[in-house]
């Protein structure tokens, strides 16, 4: 038996299917700082199933002994919690490896006997799912060959399910390009198509919180809310990843994906159930509504920003354009901002301000919605000369929580309102579980819910918003780059943006 140690006061949860992990690309980074730590979270929490196993499939070659030393050490630096020896001694007696070329038939061919005989020995009923820690060029390759060998035909009641990482394509035209090669080979219930943003129980909490209290309901509409601002800040550069991040930038890397699942959240109507697909029909109605932006609305509703040499955390941080495997003279975005608007009965006249970029000033992810301010009238005899607006945030990382500012009299004999804050955090009202933000969406996968996966047509309606972007960006090169300093809160073309309407960001320092 593998032993466990379940969250204290959590119901015991039905442990995962059956099954072998395939991870092609394991000996990326992705496998050994978070697939790794949280399969093990999973075991730890007793929601992995007895009959499992782990198969990496990558170019080098590898003993599975040496994979498994190499996959031990690691685990001592990234896992989230200490593991202990008994579930680590269980892994590494499930842990195999298969080395090979991705374009190598003989590998496929390889791969297919090693896992009947992995099948047979840990007695997973044929349950296969592959997870694509790979770079975007070889997800096709891949499942073609696959295919090609029998490894994605579900015969005798086992099932088979690929996991594919963003980015999911870098425009409309290779997003549907690669969503029609896979359907060569799967069906769309076998393609899961992974936002580890999904996996943070902020982000999973928007649901219950929207659905499951009768108070904020009513008023999730036009005619109490004025907008909202998404922003997902980061205080990173580009890192390792310069030679990925000047083929995608910002937009591409974080908007169709990342945000625009926030928007869908956000905005969505109440599904009929939490079944997958009703979850998603919802979503999906909310990325069709979005406007894509014609080339005049792309002026003045898209700001892009690269930032430059400054001070980030009492330290020297490097322009962009000296980072490693960037061109010195790059055009590529690190900063975006945009306002969308939705064309549906709900939030007709309603902006959504999103906002991301990298070496900001601060960590920050966060919903904020931003009520009508009430009727002054009552107060027209008094000392207040304004009322300051209701808002509610959603804060998605790094401190989970919500917070609702309202209007309360300051204490005294004359009539003064000040602004005070109703604040609930994770971290004070539940034990918190240690967490890559991937165990949840792992999970799901072996039991075949694909609430928090994208859906082609999901997928295809982001791209068709970010389209036209990208054209009119292509065409217009930015005047000024950089426009910001490493470690400040934006680019000042983001603030007129927002000035436009009478708005204002609300800080990254809170």
């Not at 060959?145 to 490894?151: E, S, Y």
């Not at 099932?159 to 359907?183: C, H, I, M, Q, T």
Request: aromatic share 10%; proline share 6%.
């Amino acid at each position: 038996m593998i032993p466990h140690t379940p969250a204290t006061g959590s119901p015991p949860g039905r442990r995962s299917d059956p099954c072998v992990m395939v991870i092609c690309g394991a000996g990326g980074d992705l496998t050994h700082r978070k697939l790794l730590p949280a399969l093990c979270n999973l075991a730890q929490a007793g929601l992995l199933s007895e009959q499992f196993a782990i198969l990496g499939f990558s170019r080098g070659a590898r003993s599975d002994e040496e994979f498994r030393k190499e996959l031990t050490g690691d685990m001592q630096k990234f896992a989230t919690t200490p593991i202990e020896p008994e579930i680590w001694k269980w892994f590494l007696e499930r842990i195999y490896y298969h080395g090979g070329d991705f374009k190598d038939s003989a590998a496929y061919t390889a791969l297919a006997q090693r896992l009947k005989k992995l099948d047979e020995k840990h007695e997973t009923r044929g349950n296969f799912f592959y997870y694509m820690a790979t770079a975007p060029e070889f997800f096709a390759e891949i499942v073609s060959r696959l295919h090609a060998v029998g490894l994605t035909r579900e015969t005798e009641g086992g099932w088979r399910r690929v996991v594919v990482e963003k980015p999911f394509g870098r425009d409309l035209e290779s997003a549907r390009a690669l969503n029609v090669e896979l359907r060569r080979y799967l069906e769309e219930r076998q393609i899961y198509r992974i936002d580890h943003y999904l996996g943070k129980e902020t982000v999973q909490n928007i649901l219950v919180f929207r659905f499951s209290n009768g108070i904020f309901e009513p008023i999730w509409n036009r005619r109490y809310i004025d907008h909202v601002q998404i922003t997902l800040a980061e205080t990173v550069g580009v890192e390792r990843r310069g030679d990925y991040y000047e083929r995608y930038g910002a937009l591409r890397d974080m908007v169709p994906n990342h945000l625009f699942q926030l928007v869908s959240l956000t905005a969505m109507e109440p599904p009929v159930s939490f079944q997958a697909d009703a979850v998603r029909d919802e979503q999906a109605k909310v990325l069709h509504a979005i406007q894509p932006p014609t080339p005049e609305k792309v002026l003045l509703t898209t700001i892009r920003g690269q930032y430059g040499a400054g001070m980030l955390e009492g330290a020297k941080a490097p322009e962009y354009r000296s980072e490693p495997k960037v061109d010195p003279r790059s055009n590529t975005e690190t900063f975006v901002a945009l306002k969308l608007t939705l064309d549906n009965w709900r939030w007709a006249d309603v902006p959504f301000y999103l906002r991301t970029g990298k070496r900001l000033s601060r960590r920050y992810t966060e919903i904020a919605i931003q009520f009508r301010r009430a009727p002054f009238i009552l107060f027209r005899n008094t000392p207040v000369d304004r009322l300051r607006t209701n808002r509610l945030v959603i804060r998605i990382a790094p401190d989970e929580g919500i917070s609702l500012r309202f209007g309360a009299k300051v204490p005294g004999p004359i009539m003064n309102i000040g602004a005070v804050e109703m604040n609930f955090s994770y971290v004070d009202y539940f034990k918190t579980v240690p967490s890559t933000g991937y165990e949840r969406l792992l999970y799901d996968a072996m039991m075949g819910d694909a609430t928090l996966f994208q859906r082609a047509d999901m997928l295809e309606a982001a791209w068709e918003v970010i389209q036209p972007i990208l054209d009119i960006w292509k065409v217009l090169p930015p005047r000024q780059f950089p426009n910001y300093a490493a470690g400040s809160m934006r680019p000042g073309e983001a603030d007129e943006l927002m000035q436009k309407d009478g708005r204002e960001w609300r800080p990254l320092d809170g």
